[in-house]
């Protein structure tokens, strides 16, 4: 038999098309030998639904596509891993591309993913050009950011933790175990959220009567060894901070790098706090103490914005919601002696 058409799986098991098409969506309308029946025929004879025709006929493809700018990031890849389980119980598939919005040709992402007739796209960037890329391409196709805004009045659907409020959680979180004298490191200018937490934070500890000296990092990603430069410059000279709040949970993996080469002990001589909590955070070598992002939940609230605004496309969704994060308290935070 050439190619195997789901007319073919019909008549082979006696039954009209409608029933095959029903086992093959799932239905729960087809009593469950008659299913196995029609699933054991369709290996046996090798026959594969075209999704693309029937996304054509249908209006939909069930495809959605995501653009991550650091895959990694331990950060992302949960994302990455929560987001695809997330949309597979709904019956979507995931097309995960690659890219920064700094690069020159993100757009031609855009271009690919919607060319591959995705119903949607969740862009994963607080990158400061995130919001005009998306508005060019708003009008093709759903779009939700997840990431920071500048402007939360911005008319664009958006979800991201709440970097301001957990940057004033992470100064209030220090000052109680009485450090006054802190280094921020790792605050990159290009990105929204990192400069919301560095605000955040920056204003809480002047209210607190704290002390900060600022790290920037001026690349484009938040790496280990990004962390462990900025580490080794400020442990090259004589210091007097108490603590340490890295921007990201990679960069303070990097601090204690460093920390370790310098012969300064976590938490004893120096207090180190994180933000993200991924998945190294809580190994029992390393128990850093750190701001959960709560990635698993901004991933799923930014998915099911998408697939409301693929349902219905007159809902409106603009409204920008931000998911407060939760302080983890683990091994190298300690009041300050």
Do not use: W
């Not at 979507?92 to 855009?110: A, K, M, P, S, T």
């Not at 939360?152 to 709440?162: C, E, G, R």
């Not at 070598?285 to 701001?291: E, N």
Request: hydrophobic share 45%.
């Amino acid at each position: 038999m050439g190619t195997v058409t789901i007319k073919d799986i019909a008549r082979i098991a006696g039954v009209s098309c409608a029933t095959v098409s029903r086992v093959l969506n799932g239905s729960p309308t087809v009593a469950p030998e008659l299913r196995d029946k029609i699933l054991d025929l369709c290996r046996q004879y090798g026959y594969r639904r075209n999704l693309l025709a029937r996304g054509l006929s249908s209006g939909r493809t069930n495809l959605a596509g995501c653009i991550l700018s650091d895959l990694d990031n331990p950060l992302f890849a949960d994302m990455a891993l929560a987001l695809e389980r997330f949309l597979r119980v709904r019956g979507y598939h995931l097309l995960l591309c690659r890219g920064r919005v700094e690069d020159g040709n993100i757009g031609q992402l855009f271009d690919f993913l919607i060319g591959h007739r995705v119903d949607g796209i969740i862009l994963a960037s607080s990158s400061k050009q995130a919001p005009e890329l998306i508005r060019r391409y708003l009008k093709y196709i759903p779009i939700v950011l997840q990431g920071g805004l500048d402007d939360p009045q911005l008319a664009i659907p958006s979800v991201y933790v709440d970097s301001a409020a957990g940057g004033e959680m992470a100064a209030q979180y220090l000052f109680r175990l009485g450090h006054t004298e802190v280094a921020y490191l790792g605050a990159r200018e290009n990105n929204y959220s990192h400069l919301a937490r560095q605000r955040g934070f920056a204003a809480a500890a002047d209210r607190l009567g704290m002390s900060v000296r600022t790290f920037t990092n001026g690349a484009f990603s938040s790496t280990m060894e990004v962390g462990y430069h900025l580490a080794r410059q400020f442990f090259l000279n004589p210091f007097r901070e108490t603590a340490v709040f890295a921007a990201c949970d990679t960069i303070a993996l990097g601090v204690m790098s460093a920390a370790r080469e310098f012969h300064i002990s976590i938490p004893d001589d120096i207090s180190l706090l994180g933000f993200d909590n991924i998945i190294y955070a809580g190994f029992p070598h390393i128990r850093l103490s750190t701001l959960d992002h709560r990635a698993r939940l901004v991933v799923e609230t930014a998915a099911d914005r998408l697939l409301t605004q693929i349902q219905h496309p007159d809902a409106a969704c603009a409204q920008p919601v931000m998911i407060p994060p939760v302080l983890v308290e683990r091994a190298t935070c300690k009041p300050r002696r």
